[in-house]
C-alpha cells in the first residue's frame, strides 16, 4: 500500500490523544474527519480497500458489542475477500484484543469470573494448537464444520428441538479446549462459546462481559505467534491503527445501544448473528 508507515501512525496517535476527552458524538466526527484526511489528502494515498475495511470493522465492533460476539468473524469473512486469508485472520487477532479488551473493561462487574477460568483451563493449550494447525496446514474444511455445526444447533434452539443440557463443569472445561482450538485455527471460536453460554440463560450484560473476558488471554498467545511467525509486520501498522479506531468507535457506539436493548430482543438477536455467521463460513468454503 502506498501509505507512509510512520507518518500516519504518528498523525492517528496525536489526533486521538488530542481529542480523546471529548464527549461520543464530538469525538465520532472527529475520527471520521481524520481517516477522511488519511484517504483523500494528496500527501496520503491510502488504497480504498483500507477505508472498507474500516467500514467493515466498524459494523463488526457495533454489532460485538451488542450481541457479545461476531465481531472477528464478520471481519474474517469480508476481509478475506480482499486480503489473504492467513494475513485477514492474523489482523483481526488485533482488532479483536482491543474489542475484547474494551468490553472486559467497560461490563467488568458482570464478568461471570468462575464460568471464564473454568473454560479457560483447556483453552489457551488448545488456542496454541490450533494457531500451528492454522500456520503450517489448510484449515478451510474445519471453517465448513464449524458453519453447519453451528447451523444444526441454531434450528435445534429455534423449533425447539434442543435438550436441555445442564453445562458442569467439565462439560466447561471440554468446551474450552475445543474453543481454543478453533480459535487458533480459524481466527475465532466464539461461536463455540455463544452456544455453551447461551445454555446458561445468563443476563445480556453478564453475557457479553464473559465472552469478552474469557476471549483475551487466547488474543494475547496469538498475537504473540502470528508476530513470530511474522504473519504481521512493521508496513501493517497503519492498518492496525485503522482497525483499532474501529473497534474503539463501533465498541463505543454499541454498548450505549445495549443499554437500551431488551432481553427478548437480545436473544433473537443473537440467533441472528449465528444464523448469519454460520451460512458465511458455509458459503465461504463452498464458493
Not at 38 to 53: G, P, V
Not at 137 to 147: A, D, K, Y
Not at 163 to 188: C, Q
Not at 189 to 209: C, D, R, T, Y
Amino acid at each position: 500500500m502506498s501509505i507512509k508507515t510512520a507518518d500516519i501512525s504518528h498523525k492517528i496517535r496525536f489526533q486521538c490523544q488530542t481529542y480523546s476527552g471529548l464527549p461520543f458524538n464530538r469525538l465520532n466526527i472527529i475520527c471520521v474527519k481524520i481517516c477522511s484526511d488519511l484517504i483523500f489528502t494528496r500527501e496520503y494515498q491510502m488504497d480504498l480497500m483500507l477505508f472498507i475495511l474500516f467500514i467493515i470493522a466498524f459494523f463488526a465492533a457495533t454489532i460485538s458489542a451488542i450481541a457479545g460476539f461476531g465481531s472477528a468473524l464478520i471481519l474474517i469473512s469480508a476481509s478475506s475477500l480482499i486480503f489473504d486469508i492467513k494475513w485477514s485472520i492474523a489482523m483481526t487477532t488485533f482488532f479483536y484484543f482491543y474489542n475484547t479488551s474494551f468490553k472486559s473493561y467497560h461490563f467488568r462487574s458482570h464478568i461471570n469470573w468462575p464460568l471464564v477460568l473454568k473454560l479457560s483451563i483447556l483453552a489457551v493449550p488448545g488456542v496454541f494448537i490450533g494457531a500451528y494447525c492454522l500456520l503450517s496446514m489448510n484449515t478451510v474444511w474445519l471453517s465448513l464444520g464449524l458453519g453447519i455445526m453451528s447451523l444444526i444447533y441454531l434450528c435445534l434452539d429455534v423449533f425447539k428441538r434442543m435438550p436441555r443440557i445442564k453445562v458442569n463443569d467439565e462439560m466447561l472445561v471440554i468446551s474450552g479446549f475445543i474453543y481454543g482450538f478453533i480459535s487458533g485455527a480459524v481466527g475465532t471460536g466464539s461461536l463455540i462459546k455463544a452456544m455453551v453460554f447461551k445454555q446458561i440463560n445468563m443476563p445480556k450484560e453478564a453475557f457479553v462481559a464473559s465472552m469478552a473476558a474469557s476471549a483475551l488471554p487466547l488474543n494475547i498467545i496469538k498475537m504473540g505467534m502470528f508476530i513470530s511467525a511474522s504473519l504481521v509486520v512493521m508496513r501493517d501498522i497503519p492498518s492496525i491503527l485503522i482497525l483499532l479506531l474501529a473497534s474503539h468507535l463501533g465498541s463505543l457506539l454499541g454498548k450505549r445501544l445495549l443499554l437500551r436493548v431488551p432481553q427478548e430482543v437480545f436473544d433473537i438477536l443473537v440467533r441472528l448473528i449465528l444464523l448469519v455467521l454460520s451460512i458465511s463460513l458455509i458459503v465461504g468454503v463452498l464458493y
